[in-house]
């Protein structure tokens, strides 16, 4: 008689599993929701790019009471949690309106760089968003700074039409973790 029961009782739970494993359980097996069968397809090939960028005319005039600003020269002196010394001897590309606008880059063959761009009128003006400071320098580590928020004072010494010169001075300048204070001289001439 045991035997018969254990038997029955085996039965049972196999009858038991077998119903949860086919569904049968008693409760109701959930559905999932059909997924769409017809998507729009998505192009094959996107539209080509220009390959060539149309050129300025040449011999445009100058703005009026623009400068012509043709060689110049920068020097930095970087201090803080990183300290370096440069001078730059190439300026690229001015664009210049004398007590209204500069935008002056210096550049070196090693790859440092400083650059005054937006309106600056002769005497001293803080960075914001409509003037601003930048420099790189690659040794002896690779530090990369810009102002636009007044760390950094402009102070314009000189503008003439054929010639401009400067300061800039930044105060705990923070460049991707790491505060500075830069000092930088530059002028430029025709």
Do not use: W
């Amino acid at each position: 008689m045991r035997g018969t029961r254990i038997g029955i009782a085996a039965a049972s739970f196999l009858l038991a599993l077998g119903l949860v494993a086919c569904g049968g359980g008693g409760g109701s097996t959930p559905t999932t929701p059909a997924l769409p069968t017809a998507l729009p397809s998505l192009p094959t090939a996107l539209p080509s790019l220009p390959t060539s960028l149309p050129s300025l005319p040449s011999g445009l005039p100058s703005l009026p009471g623009s400068g012509s600003l043709s060689s110049g020269s920068a020097h930095v002196d970087i201090t803080g949690d990183v300290s370096t010394s440069f001078d730059l001897t190439t300026l690229e590309s001015p664009s210049y309106i004398p007590g209204t606008v500069v935008g002056v880059s210096y550049t070196d063959q090693k790859g440092d760089t400083f650059s005054v761009g937006g309106l600056a009128p002769e005497g001293s003006t803080k960075t914001s968003p409509t003037l601003a400071v930048s420099f790189s320098a690659v040794q002896p580590t690779l530090i990369v700074g810009a102002s636009v928020g007044g760390e950094c004072t402009v102070n314009i010494d000189d503008e003439s039409a054929d010639h401009l010169s400067g300061t800039v001075t930044c105060q705990n300048l923070n460049t991707s973790g790491q505060n500075v204070n830069v000092n930088a001289t530059f002028e430029a001439s025709a």
